[in-house]
């Protein structure tokens, strides 16, 4: 019962302690968590270069509109300026030149601020093409990133599945062990248990001789015992 109780009690603690070793995941390394810091860190230049072409993208398409409206009124300002020339050619006077002149003006002035558009909106795709080109350039710097990751991460991994491996070997040598332990204890036990047995059927096969002479002495000394009488019995008859 004592030995059951002590093996029950083995068999718990190396449960708990498979346990423990299964619910402790080894720690991963710091180079591994590095690069995937890094992988991190790149993907967050990544999205905000990403952000910054779609602010200027956002910032183009306004600008084009603007560009749009105001081609519209300057389309407006030449129809305008066309009449009025039409009107002065028929009507020579102070009042329609005058007309011509602030309808030359006026177009003059739209087309300056048209062109004012032109040129920020010629800006603005030199923001996108330059952000653009971060993009590529991060986006380089995060394949790279990746990449390091990755080969860390298998070089982790082969670690953990080489010292796994090593572990397992260790387990089956030392349950290899413990079997060869056990067959020996089996093989001293019955050695011992037929030495006890061939003992005692020793002992018993001695005590059995031992009574059978105890019981065979009574009768010679019987033997012994006749043996004058029948001396006195052959001299009498001689006399």
Known sequence: MAQAKKAAARKKTATRKKAATASKAPAVPKSVSNAEAKAKLQEKAVGQAEKKVAQAQTKLDRQK???DTENGKLAKLRTDLAAKRDKAKGKATAAAKRAVDTARGKLNTQRLKLQDLRGEAKLIRAEIQAAKKVVTRENKKLRTAQRNLTSKLREYQRKLAK????????AEQ?????ARKSTAKKSTAKRTTAGKKTTTRAKTKKAATRKSATRKTPAR????????????????SAS
């Open 221 to 236: 000394k019987k033997a012994v015992r006749r043996a004058p009488a029948r001396k006195k019995a052959a001299t009498g």
């Open 163 to 170: 010292k796994e491996k090593a572990e397992q070997k260790k």
């Open 65 to 67: 509109n603007k560009v």
């Open 174 to 178: 030392k349950a290899k062990r413990a």
